[in-house]
């Protein structure tokens, strides 16, 4: 039996990804530079990130500054929070793109929200009061 271990995705500047992903509360959990790739690869996640748990790789190809095509399959991320109107607010006033405010999923009664990274890739918050 396997295990899902993280998702990559790539970011025309690394610091300013970092920055965004920090307003959700996670952070760099390793690093590793591949000069001879002529990349950086930075696993970030949540403090007391526990074995086997996902994890979001950031990788940087060096002079790769004009950003990536995300493609039509890619959907979203999605991130569990324990206010989904808090963090969409901690998102905003520190810069980043509210693209769905808070409140129920169509048809449903989570409560959800999406914001996007600094290269556009779609993060869905989702309301999980336990995490409190």
């Known amino acids: 039996m ?3 271990l993280h998702t990559m995705i790539r970011t025309k500047n690394l610091e300013a990804s ?3 992903y920090k307003l959700l509360g996670m ?3 390793r690093r590793r530079d591949v ?3 002529k990349y950086t690869l930075v696993f970030i996640g949540f403090a ?3 074995e086997g748990q996902a994890e979001v790789e950031l990788t940087y190809n060096w002079g790769e500054d004009v950003g990536y095509d995300i493609g039509t399959g890619f959907g979203h991320l999605a ?3 324990p206010d989904v109107a808090a963090a969409v607010e901690t998102v905003r006033v520190g810069g980043g793109k509210v693209t769905r405010e808070a409140g ?3 048809f449903g009664t989570s409560v959800i929200a999406f914001v996007e990274d600094p290269d556009g890739y779609k993060i869905e918050l989702i309301q999980k009061p336990e995490l409190a």
Do not use: M
């Open 2 to 4: 396997g295990t899902y």
């Open 18 to 20: 970092l920055a965004f």
């Open 27 to 29: 952070h760099e959990l």
């Open 35 to 37: 000069p001879e790739g």
């Open 48 to 50: 007391g990130n526990a």
């Open 79 to 81: 991130i569990g929070v």
């Open 104 to 106: 129920p999923v169509k």
